[in-house]
C-alpha cells in the first residue's frame, strides 16, 4: 500500500479537528466519508477507464468541501488486504451521525452463488464487503457496485441504513457496463438536480445515470445489457424507480453539494424566513399530494399562491 | 368458338368415370365444376397410393393430411422426384417457400429434367422478386418448349417488366398450346387494362372456361400495383372476389390495397375474413398484427396533413413534420403548378417491421419511405441507428411521389418518378443531394449503368445485389441531367407527356426532341464528366482509405494529416463509414487543432455527412468560435437525422436560439426537449418559460414556470420568474 494513503486519511482526521471551530455545526451538515475503488481492468483500456472515473470521482468529492473525506485505491492499491485497511480505517474515524459511500468500479463475476469485485490479487467478495461496511457505524451507508454482474451482490450487502446501487439487476448480466460513466457524469452535471435543491442526490444520481445508459444503448441499437437498480430498505426487492417503500434513502442521501449553498450565519430574522420556507416548501408537498383528488383549477390556484409565498420569502433570504 | 381438350369434352359430356387422376379433378375444378371436382377428389382418397390420396385431401382442402400422405408419398412411391415437387406445390401453396424450394431442389437432384420442379421455383422467385424466375422458366421450356404453364409464367413475367410484346407473344403461345390457358388469357386482360382499354373480350373467353374465375382479376390487379394503380388494383380485387368470394387470397390482397389507400376499416374486414378462412401467409398476418398495433398510435390532423404517430412520440414529431410538410406542399404546389386533391396522410413508424408490412408485395420500393397515392409511410428515425437515416429528405422524395403519381393519374414510369424524387431532395437541400456511393461508383466504372428504356428493371428484377441502389442514383443523375441541359421545366413537361399516356421512348422523342439512344450516350458522356474520374480511381481509393484507417488506429496523426486531404480528393462525395473526414478530424482534435478540425468538419456536413456525434461537434467548435448561428444550423441538420431520445440536442438548440432572440424556434426546441423525457424536466420547463414570455405568451409562460417550481419549488430562477409574471402581488 502507497504509505500516503493512510497518510492522507491521518491528515483529514487532524485537519478536521483543526478545522473544526470555524467549521459549520456538525449538526447542520455530518460528514461523508466517500471510498472509491477502481478493480482490476484486465485489459489496458478498461484499466484506464476505471482508474480515470474513479479519479473524476475523487476530483469531484474531494472539491465538495471540508466535510467531505475521499480515499482512493486504483492500480495495484486497489489489492484486497488495502480494501480491507481502509475500510477498518474508515470504521474507526467515522462517527454515528455521518454517512459513508462506497462506490466500486470494474469488473465484477457471479457464479450463481457469489459475486466477487475482481481485483488485483485475490478478488473480494460481496459477502466481504459487506461485513467491513457493517463495522462502520455511520448513520446511513451507500454501496454504489458499478460492476458486471453486480446485481449478485445485493443479497449480501443488505444491512439496516444501508442503500444500495447495483448497475445490474442481477449477477447474470456480465457484460461490462457503461453504467460507472454516466454515474460519475451525474455528479459533474448540474442538470442531474432536478428539483433544483443544489445538491445531487444519491437517487439523481441514479436516475441520471440509469437514463443515460438507456441513452447509450438507444444511440447504439444494441439491446441494453445492463438495467441498474437499487434498494435502500433491508428486506426490499430492488428497483428502477422510487416506489413501493424503495428510495425514501436515496432521495435523502445528498451525495454532493454544488452551487452557492453554504450556510451562513442566521439572525433571529433570517431564521424566521429559514422557518417560513421550510414550512412552505413542506404545504407544498402536501398538496401535490393532493393532486389527483382535486379540482385541476382549484390545484393549480392553491399552487400558485404557496409558489409566490415561497419565491418571495427566498427573496427576503437572498437579500 | 373455344376449344376443349377431347379428355375434357368426355369428362364433361359423359358420365364415364376415369382412372384415378388427379389431374382430372384438378380439370374438373378448373372449369368450375366444383360438384364434380369434389367427388373426383373424394375418390381419391381410398386410392392405394399415398399420393394421389394427397392430391385428394388437397383437393379438399385438408392440407395438414395432404401434408401427411405426401411426407408417405416421398418414401414409398416410385415417382418420389414427382412426388416431391407435388408436395413442394402444397407447401407453396400454404405459405412454406423455404421448405418448398428445398423440395423442389431434393427433385431436381433426381431428377434434373424435372420441369415441374422449375416451374415451382420459377413461381417462388415470382413471388419473392429475386430476379431469378425468367431464368427458371427458360429452364423449363429448354426441356419442354410446349410447356403451357412455362409460357403462361413467361408471359406475366414479361409484363411484370414492362415488356407488352413479349407478353402477348408468350401468352399466345400458351393459349395455342391449351385453348383453355385461362392464367395466359389473364395475362392478355391485364395487358388491356395497363394500356388503358377493355379487357372484356378476354374476360369473356376465360368465362366460357370458367365463369368463376377470379385469379383472372387478382392478375390484372397485381399489375396495376406494380404500376402504382392501388385504386384501380382494389377495383379488380373487388371483382376477383365478386367472381370466386371463396378466394381469401384475393380477399387479403384486396386488405392489403385498401390499407394503401388509408382505408383501414374495410381492410382490417378483408384482412380477418382471408385469416379466419385459413389464409395465413405473412402479408396477411403481418398487416392484421400491424393493425392491430394502431392502437398505439394517434391520428392528428390538420387543413393538408394527416398525421398517423406513435403516441410515445407524436408530441415530439408532430411539430417537426407538420411544419415541413407545410413546407413542402406550398413547394409543390408551386413547382408542379398543381394541388393534390386531399389531405397527404403520413405514418411514421418506430418499428421497421411494422414499415415493411406495408411494402410488402411491391419489389424494389424504398427502404426509408414508401407512397401510395395520398398516403406516405416512411420509418420514424428512432427505427434506424442515428445517422443512417434523414427523414427530410425522405419525405420531400416521397412528397415527389405524391404529386407525380397524381399529375401522371398514375400512369409514369417507375424510373421517372423515383429519378425526379431523388434530383427533388437535392434541390431543397444541397446536403442531400445524390451521392454515389461506392456502389454506384463500381457499376459506373464496370459500365453497368441501364439504357433508359430498361432502367425500370433496375428497379423491379435486379441483375445484381446493389442494382435498385445504382438505379435510384442513375435515376436522380438523369433527372439532374436534364435539369442542366434542358432545363428545370422540362421535367415538368415530362410530367404531363407521362400523363398523356406516352411511353418513356415517347417522352423523350417528344419533350427532349432526341432519341433513346442519343440521350443515352448524351447522359454517359454526362456521368463521365461528372463521375469518371472517381470511378477510375476508385481502387486506388480503396487502397488509401485503408491506410488512412490503419494510421487512424494507429494513432498517426500527422500521417492521417498528411494522407487524409489526398483522399477527401479522390473520392469527395464518401461519407459513409470510415471516411476521410471523420478521420482527419479526429487526427485534428488529438493533435489539439481546432480550427482545422472545424474546418474538415464543416466540409464533412457540406458532403452531407450525417453522424450527430460528428455534426454535434462541428457545433461545439462554431459555437466556441462564437458563432451561434452556424452552431444552430448545424444542430438543426440533426433534427432531421435523429432527433429522438436527445433531449441534450433539442436544449442545446434551443439555448442557441433563444441567445439569437429566435425565441419562436427556442419554444419549438424547449418543446423537444421536454418531449424527449429530459433528466432535468424542471431545468427545461423553465427555460421553455422563458422562450415563451420572449415570444409574449405569458400564459404558456405561467404554465410552463409553475410546472419547473411544481417539480423543485426551491428553484430560485424560476421563483424569479414567476414573481416577474406576478409583479403585483406581495411586494
Given amino acids: ?127 466481504e464487503i459487506a461485513n467491513l461496511c457493517n463495522g462502520i457505524r455511520a448513520r446511513r ?9 453486480s446485481g449478485g451482490a445485493i443479497p449480501s450487502l443488505r444491512h439496516p441504513g444501508r442503500a444500495i446501487i447495483t448497475a445490474t439487476k442481477s449477477g447474470t448480466e456480465k457484460n461490462a457496463t457503461v453504467f460507472a460513466r454516466y454515474w460519475v457524469e451525474a455528479l459533474e452535471d448540474p442538470s442531474a438536480d432536478t428539483d433544483k435543491s443544489e445538491s445531487i442526490s444519491a437517487l439523481e444520481a441514479f436516475t441520471y445515470a440509469t437514463k443515460k445508459t438507456a441513452g447509450f444503448y438507444d444511440s447504439q441499437k444494441r439491446l441494453a445489457t445492463e438495467h441498474a437498480v437499487f434498494v435502500d430498505t433491508a428486506g426490499g426487492v430492488p428497483v428502477r424507480e422510487p416506489g413501493g417503500g424503495e428510495g425514501t434513502l436515496l432521495s435523502s442521501l445528498t451525495l454532493l453539494r454544488i452551487g452557492s449553498n453554504h450556510p451562513s450565519a442566521n439572525t433571529p430574522a433570517r431564521s424566521a424566513l429559514l422557518q417560513k420556507k421550510e414550512q412552505l416548501e413542506q404545504n407544498i408537498d402536501v398538496l401535490k399530494y393532493q393532486k389527483a383528488a382535486m379540482d385541476p383549477s382549484e390545484y393549480k390556484q392553491q399552487l400558485t399562491t404557496l409558489l409566490l409565498e415561497l419565491a418571495r420569502t427566498q427573496r427576503e433570504i437572498d437579500k | ?43 381419391l382418397l381410398s386410392s392405394n397410393d399415398a399420393a394421389n390420396r394427397a392430391e385428394g385431401y388437397w383437393g379438399l382442402q385438408d392440407w395438414d393430411r395432404s401434408n401427411e400422405q405426401f411426407r408417405l408419398a416421398v418414401q414409398t412411391s416410385a415417382s418420389a422426384a414427382e412426388a416431391k415437387v407435388r408436395w413442394g406445390m402444397l407447401l407453396h401453396e400454404r405459405f412454406n417457400n423455404k421448405e418448398a424450394a428445398d423440395l423442389f431442389r431434393e427433385a431436381l437432384a433426381m431428377d434434373p429434367s424435372n420441369a415441374d420442379a422449375y416451374i415451382g421455383l420459377a413461381l417462388i422467385s415470382m413471388e419473392n422478386f429475386d430476379g431469378n424466375a425468367m431464368a427458371y422458366v427458360n429452364k423449363v421450356l429448354s426441356l419442354e418448349p410446349n410447356n403451357v404453364k412455362a409460357h403462361e409464367l413467361a408471359a406475366s413475367l414479361a409484363l411484370d417488366n414492362d415488356e407488352p410484346r413479349q407478353a402477348a407473344a408468350q401468352a399466345d403461345k400458351a393459349i395455342a398450346l391449351d385453348h383453355d390457358a385461362v392464367d395466359a388469357m389473364a395475362v392478355r386482360a391485364a395487358l388491356e387494362v395497363v394500356s388503358d382499354r377493355s379487357p372484356d373480350a378476354w374476360i369473356n373467353q376465360i368465362r366460357t372456361i370458367n365463369p368463376h374465375y377470379g385469379r383472372t382479376y387478382s392478375e390484372i390487379a397485381h399489375h396495376l400495383e406494380l404500376r402504382y394503380r392501388h385504386e384501380d388494383a382494389a377495383t379488380y380485387y373487388r371483382k376477383a372476389i365478386a367472381a ?13 390495397a385498401l390499407m394503401r389507400l388509408g382505408e383501414q376499416e374495410e381492410a382490417q374486414k378483408e384482412l380477418e375474413l382471408s385469416y379466419d378462412n385459413g389464409y395465413r401467409n405473412a402479408a396477411t398476418v403481418n398487416s392484421l398484427r400491424l393493425l392491430d398495433s394502431y392502437r398505439n398510435y394517434v391520428t392528428v390532423q390538420d387543413g393538408d396533413t394527416i398525421l398517423k404517430l406513435k403516441k410515445t412520440e407524436s408530441e415530439l414529431l408532430r411539430p417537426y413534420l407538420q411544419a415541413e410538410l407545410h413546407t413542402i406542399i406550398a413547394t409543390y ?24 408490412v406495408r411494402t410488402t408485395g411491391m419489389p424494389g420500393l424504398g427502404a426509408l419511405g414508401v407512397t401510395f397515392g395520398e398516403v406516405i409511410a416512411i420509418d420514424s428515425p428512432s427505427a434506424r441507428r442515428p445517422g443512417d437515416f434523414n427523414w427530410g429528405a425522405t419525405l420531400w422524395h416521397e412528397m415527389s411521389h405524391a404529386y407525380v403519381l397524381f399529375a401522371t393519374h398514375d400512369h409514369v414510369s ?32 464496370d459500365k453497368k449503368l441501364l439504357p433508359i428504356l430498361q432502367l425500370d428493371r433496375g428497379f423491379v428484377f435486379p441483375q445484381y445485389p446493389s442494382q435498385v441502389t445504382v438505379s435510384y442514383f442513375q435515376a436522380g443523375t438523369i433527372c439532374d441531367f436534364i435539369k442542366e441541359e434542358w432545363g428545370e421545366s422540362t421535367l415538368l413537361a415530362m410530367i404531363h407527356s407521362y400523363a398523356a399516356r406516352h411511353t418513356t421512348s415517347e417522352v423523350i422523342q417528344q419533350v427532349l426532341k432526341t432519341t433513346p439512344e442519343n440521350f443515352d450516350q448524351q447522359y454517359l458522356a454526362w456521368i463521365e464528366k461528372h463521375y469518371g474520374p472517381e470511378a477510375s480511381q476508385f481502387a486506388h481509393w480503396q487502397q488509401q482509405i485503408k491506410s488512412l484507417l490503419i494510421a487512424d488506429q494507429n494513432k498517426e496523426w500527422d500521417t492521417v494529416a498528411h494522407v487524409g486531404p489526398a483522399v477527401i480528393a479522390l473520392y469527395p462525395d464518401y461519407v459513409g463509414e470510415g471516411n476521410a473526414y471523420e478521420l482527419l478530424a479526429e487526427g485534428y482534435h488529438a493533435s489539439q487543432n481546432p480550427a482545422s478540425e472545424a474546418a474538415i468538419l464543416a466540409a464533412y456536413a457540406q458532403a452531407g455527412g450525417q453522424n450527430p456525434a460528428s455534426l454535434k461537434r462541428l457545433a461545439a467548435l462554431q459555437e466556441s468560435r462564437k458563432d451561434p448561428a452556424a452552431a444552430a444550423n448545424t444542430l438543426t441538420r440533426i433534427n432531421y437525422i435523429y432527433p429522438v431520445n436527445d433531449p441534450d440536442l433539442h436544449q442545446k438548440l434551443g439555448g442557441l436560439f433563444y441567445q439569437q432572440k429566435k425565441f419562436d424556434e427556442s419554444v419549438r426546441e424547449y418543446s423537444a426537449a421536454l418531449a424527449s423525457n429530459p433528466v432535468d424536466k424542471a431545468g427545461v420547463q423553465y427555460q421553455l418559460a422563458r422562450s415563451y414570455l420572449a415570444t409574449g405568451n405569458r400564459r404558456n409562460a405561467e404554465e410552463s414556470v409553475l410546472a419547473a417550481l411544481e417539480i423543485a419549488p426551491s428553484y430560485i430562477p424560476a421563483q424569479q420568474l414567476l414573481l416577474e409574471l406576478h409583479p403585483s402581488s406581495g411586494k
Fill in chain 1, 141 to 149: 451507508q451507500l454501496i454504489v457496485d458499478t460492476t458486471s454482474a
Fill in chain 2, 244 to 256: 370466386e368470394p371463396a378466394l381469401w387470397s384475393a380477399h387479403s390482397s384486396l386488405g392489403i
Fill in chain 2, 333 to 356: 404546389n408551386r413547382k408542379y403548378a398543381m394541388t393534390l386533391p386531399g389531405p397527404i396522410q403520413l405514418e411514421v413508424y418506430p418499428d421497421h417491421e411494422d414499415f415493411a
Fill in chain 1, 1 to 127: 500500500m502507497k504509505p500516503t494513503s493512510q497518510r492522507r486519511f491521518r491528515q483529514f482526521a487532524r485537519s478536521g479537528i483543526l478545522l473544526l471551530p470555524i467549521v459549520i455545526p456538525a449538526h447542520l451538515y455530518a460528514d461523508t466519508y466517500y471510498v472509491v475503488i477502481a478493480g482490476l481492468g484486465g485489459e489496458p483500456e478498461y484499466a484506464q477507464q476505471f482508474t480515470a472515473a474513479a479519479k473524476e470521482l475523487e476530483k469531484t468529492f474531494r472539491a465538495s468541501g471540508p466535510n467531505a473525506h475521499t480515499l482512493l485505491l486504483v492500480g495495484d492499491e486497489a489489492s484486497s488486504s488495502h480494501v480491507r485497511d481502509t475500510l477498518h480505517s474508515v470504521a474507526v474515524t467515522a462517527r454515528p451521525e455521518d454517512d459513508f459511500v462506497l462506490i466500486l468500479i470494474g469488473h465484477g463475476s457471479f457464479d450463481d452463488t457469489t459475486y466477487k469485485f475482481n481485483l488485483p490479487g485475490p478478488d473480494i467478495s460481496a459477502g
Fill in chain 2, 414 to 445: 417507375r424510373w421517372f418518378t423515383e429519378g425526379l424524387a431523388v434530383h427533388e431532395e437535392g434541390e431543397h437541400v444541397t446536403e442531400w443531394k445524390n451521392r454515389a456511393t461506392p456502389d454506384v461508383l463500381i457499376a459506373i466504372r
Fill in chain 2, 1 to 43: 368458338m373455344t376449344h376443349l381438350s377431347p379428355l375434357l369434352l368426355l369428362l364433361l359430356a359423359s358420365s364415364w368415370t376415369p382412372a384415378l387422376q388427379p389431374d382430372n379433378c384438378w380439370l374438373l375444378k378448373q372449369h368450375d365444376r366444383q360438384r364434380e371436382a369434389v367427388t373426383c377428389f373424394k375418390e
